[in-house]
């Protein structure tokens, strides 16, 4: 059974940090790309970060370069979203997600079609 097990969310005041982790299971881990997506209420799901678990190749959306560090674990079949200098904007649940080609290039949660884990929920407030 195919499991990606997204945690670490929480609330946090402005400039705050906090470390998301996807642990997967059931599939060959470096066969796929993980990417992290988030989506905030009202608005469409986007793309935040993805790690080719192959050669540790990294993308970023635009809104956290400089401030999100993406991580794989590939013992431990497990990626890491390290979060910092944290902004309102930020607010969103946040999932993680696996798919093939283990190389690609978007960000659209819309090729991104194979698996997806349950939302961990980011809440950054003063």
């Known amino acids: 059974e195919v499991q990606l097990q997204a945690s670490g969310g929480g609330s946090v005041q402005p400039g705050g940090s906090l470390r998301l982790s996807c642990a997967a299971s059931g599939f060959t881990f470096a066969d796929y790309a993980i990417g992290w997506f988030r989506q905030a209420p009202g608005k469409e799901r986007e793309g935040v970060s993805s790690?080719?678990?192959?050669?540790?190749?990294?993308r970023y959306a635009d809104s956290v370069k400089g401030r999100f560090t993406i991580s794989s674990d590939n013992a431990k079949n497990t990626v890491y979203l390290e979060m910092n200098s944290l902004k309102p904007e930020d607010t969103a649940a946040y999932y993680c997600a696996a798919t093939t080609p283990v190389n690609i290039a978007s960000l659209k949660a819309v090729f991104w079609s194979d698996y997806w884990g349950q939302g961990t929920l980011v809440t950054v407030s003063s």
């Open positions: 790690i080719n678990t192959r050669d540790g190749s990294t």
